[in-house]
């Protein structure tokens, strides 16, 4: 394929199947959103979302774009920044990998780290800092993936359709981390628009918000911790996820997570992120309890090579 500009290589990503993996039951397959250019799904969510603030005049030449990220977003929003001539600056938690770090800068971000001790009641939160930062610079535009409507609808509007096409409408099972809630929730929405009885699973690392909500309706403080996995799960709830769309939540460990990283790479060759891993892990799982044949469609959000640093610890 020859194109104009690497901007146009975003999505129409590869859906394989994971024969090694797939039981009598249940066969998985993987879309592997690792193929787009900065190595992420989130590549999709910033062109759409800067692509539609462009058209409705928010987001004009000279501004200065300001994300609140745990890198791949970040990474995506610097790179599209670079080719349309926008200066970015990111704010970023301490856990998120030196990989990804790296990379935001490598295309000219200024990246700032919050400190690890945060909370999401902390000034000095990631998402805080983001929203401060972008109230003290006039000239500036804040993407809010978190709560940005245009993060569902770019999921809704060619993530879901690719793979509904690429799957030839037969689905039975999506499972997708949720962070901000866009991919999951757009690609569902959209799924069960299509066939109702398609059933949305979302894995939730221990110490995130969602899977106390999700089951009891409430926010329990005392069960919000850290934990290591990144690009899933949440310390508070975003207004992108829609927990309408989703049949249920399995909770997971970091090593249940980084276990099937592992285990992916050795079975399939697919060397995806701790969050595909955290995917891959419920997929299994999901397969070994099945009764009749069904189509498990997991959601590879990014690659493997964004957290080499924490494979080797």
């Given amino acids: 394929m020859k194109t104009s500009s690497i901007l146009n290589t975003i ?92 990379l935001m800068k490598a295309y000219g971000a200024d990246v700032r780290i919050s400190p690890a001790s945060t909370t999401k009641n902390d000034s000095n939160h990631y998402v805080t800092a983001a929203k401060t930062l972008h109230q003290s610079l006039p000239h500036s535009f ?60 979302m894995p939730d690392p221990i110490g995130s918000v969602y899977y106390d909500y999700f089951k009891t309706g409430k926010i329990h403080d005392n069960h919000i911790k850290p934990y290591k996995l990144e690009g899933a799960g949440k310390d508070s709830i975003c207004q992108c996820m829609d927990f309408s769309i989703i049949d249920d939540i399995i909770q997971i460990t970091d090593e249940n997570a980084y276990h099937a990283m592992t285990q992916l790479v050795t079975q399939e060759g697919i060397f995806a992120g701790g969050s595909s891993g955290a995917a891959f892990y419920a997929a299994c799982t999901l397969a070994n309890i099945l009764k009749k044949p069904a189509n498990i469609v997991i959601i590879f959000p990014d690659s493997g090579l964004k957290y080499l640093s924490s494979l080797k610890q």
């Avoid at 809010?144 to 096409?165: K, L, M, S, V």
């Avoid at 809630?181 to 059933?199: A, S, Y």
Wanted: aromatic fraction near 8%; charge should be positive; charged fraction near 20%.
């Fill in 142 to 201: 804040l993407l809010d993936q978190y709560n940005n409507p245009a993060n569902i609808a770019a999921h809704y509007r060619f993530t879901g359709p690719e793979i509904w096409e690429q799957m030839h409408g037969k689905i039975d099972y999506l499972i997708a981390c949720g962070s901000s809630g866009g991919t999951i929730t757009g690609v569902g929405r959209f799924l069960k628009e299509r066939n109702p009885h398609i059933k949305i699973i």
């Fill in 11 to 102: 999505g129409n990503t590869p859906l394989v199947a994971l024969k090694n993996s797939s039981t009598g039951n249940a066969n998985l397959f993987a879309k592997l959103e690792m193929f787009n250019p900065t190595y992420s799904i989130k590549d999709r969510i910033v062109s759409y979302l800067i692509d539609e603030a462009e058209k409705q005049g928010l987001l004009i030449p000279g501004m200065t774009l300001i994300e609140a990220t745990s890198g791949n977003t970040g990474a995506a929003l610097a790179m599209i920044g670079a080719q349309k001539k926008y200066p970015v600056i990111l704010t970023t938690p301490a856990k998120t990998s030196p990989e990804k770090i790296i």
